[in-house]
C-alpha cells in the first residue's frame, strides 16, 4: 500500500503560481506543469527513498519539463511534500515548513 501525501498549504500556493505564471506564457503550458507535478509525485509515491537527500531527511525529486523539484519528506505514515521550488532561486527558502 502506497503512503498518503499530504502538501503543505505553501507548497499548493507555488504550484498555483507557478501554472499561472507558465499559462500566461503560453496557454495550456499551465496545465502541463500540473501533469508534469503529479508524474513526479507518482514517481516519489512509487520510490520514496530515490530522491537524493538535500538537508536532513529531505528529498528533492526533479521536474522532466520544468526547473522546478518537488521538496519533500519521507515520515512513518505519510509523505510530506515541503516545497515546489524553481531551482535557481531562493535555495532552502522552504527549511522551517514542516
Given amino acids: 500500500m502506497n503512503p498518503p501525501i ?3 498549504e ?3 500556493i507555488e504550484i498555483e503560481e507557478a501554472a499561472d505564471f507558465y499559462d500566461m506564457q503560453s496557454p495550456g503550458l499551465g496545465s502541463a506543469f500540473i501533469d508534469e507535478f503529479q508524474r ?3 514517481r516519489i509515491v512509487e520510490f520514496p527513498n530515490a530522491g537524493p537527500l538535500i538537508h536532513g531527511r529531505v528529498r528533492k525529486r526533479f521536474l522532466s519539463r520544468f ?3 518537488v521538496i519533500y519528506s519521507v ?3 505519510k509523505i510530506r511534500i515541503l516545497a515546489v521550488a524553481h ?3 531562493r535555495p532552502f527558502y ?3 515548513r514542516r
Avoid: M
Fill in 87 to 89: 531551482q535557481k532561486r
Fill in 6 to 8: 499530504d502538501i503543505h
Fill in 75 to 77: 515520515k512513518a505514515k
Fill in 40 to 42: 513526479a509525485l507518482e
Fill in 94 to 96: 522552504w527549511r522551517g
Fill in 67 to 69: 526547473p522546478f523539484s
Fill in 10 to 12: 505553501l507548497a499548493e
